[in-house]
């Protein structure tokens, strides 16, 4: 795993944007594996700008996300379809929609909904590049702690530690959903690049254990140190002490 402290989200955020911007541009079956959160609000933004100021076909850019909540309908102001149809979609609507895949939280049998979701991940092939972001339990898309290392996308029970981190997102505690339909461990790890991106000081343990600890299920982002090329893209504040102003591979 390469690890680099870019100082700022912005920095980092804008970094990233250009790998996807050159990513879209150079490949002609572009596919990306893209993720929502506190985390991708400046790559999105950056990425928007990059995009409508050079006017980059994306007509061949094929997207999955990473996860939905369950029970939330794509125009729920918090469910991740309008998520990215605010930050990236509108922003630049250039994209061809049958090739924008995100799972769907309202579907009438929510297994099968994951199961065809992982179908069409495998149908698609590997994505070009994979974005992750890292809870503070050191989940990745949202395989809480304990998930297997093997698992496909499917429905997961958020923890606690989750529901309270996302609670700031929502007006009420009430209000903030208990599951997700997630891309699986080792869905993610078929991606041929992962980007994980990380800011602020609460997700410094997660960063440190990530790196740290042998792979265990108790954190998943460890399950990353079995993959060839990853890159983690961190602001001063989640950056471990020993990495401070260095770059380990
Ligand atoms: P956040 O979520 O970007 O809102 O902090 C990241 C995650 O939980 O993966």
């Given at each position: 795993m390469k690890v680099i402290n870019m100082g700022t989200k912005a920095q980092a955020s804008f970094y990233v944007a250009c790998e996807l911007y050159k990513e879209m541009a150079f490949n002609a079956k572009c596919n990306l594996g893209l993720a929502t959160g506190g985390t991708m609000t400046d790559l999105y933004q950056q990425l928007s700008q990059l995009l409508n100021d050079n006017h980059l076909n994306v007509n061949h850019v094929t997207t999955f996300n990473l996860d939905e909540y369950i029970g939330l309908a794509k125009d729920h102001n918090q469910s991740y379809h309008y998520y990215m149809n605010k930050v990236l979609f509108e922003n630049y609507p250039h994209f061809n929609e049958e090739q924008i895949f995100i799972p769907n939280g309202v579907a009438q049998n929510e297994q099968q909904e994951a199961n065809h979701y992982e179908q069409l991940l495998k149908q698609n092939g590997p994505r070009d590049i994979q974005i992750l972001g890292i809870g503070e339990n050191g989940h990745i898309g949202f395989n809480e702690p304990g998930t297997a290392f093997d698992s496909q996308t499917g429905i997961v029970n958020l923890t606690e530690s989750t529901i309270e981190a996302n609670s700031r997102y929502f007006d009420q505690p009430d209000d903030v959903p208990r599951q997700a339909?997630?891309?699986g461990l080792s869905s993610i790890l078929q991606a041929k690049r992962i980007i994980l991106l990380a800011f602020g000081a609460k997700k410094k343990q997660a960063i440190s254990n990530m790196l740290k600890l042998d792979p265990t299920t108790d954190v998943p982002a460890t399950i990353?140190?079995?993959?060839?090329?990853?890159?983690?893209?961190?602001d001063t504040e989640a950056t471990p002490d020993h990495l401070l102003n260095k770059t380990v591979k």
């Open positions: 339909i997630s891309m990353l140190q079995t993959h060839p090329n990853v890159e983690i893209y961190l």
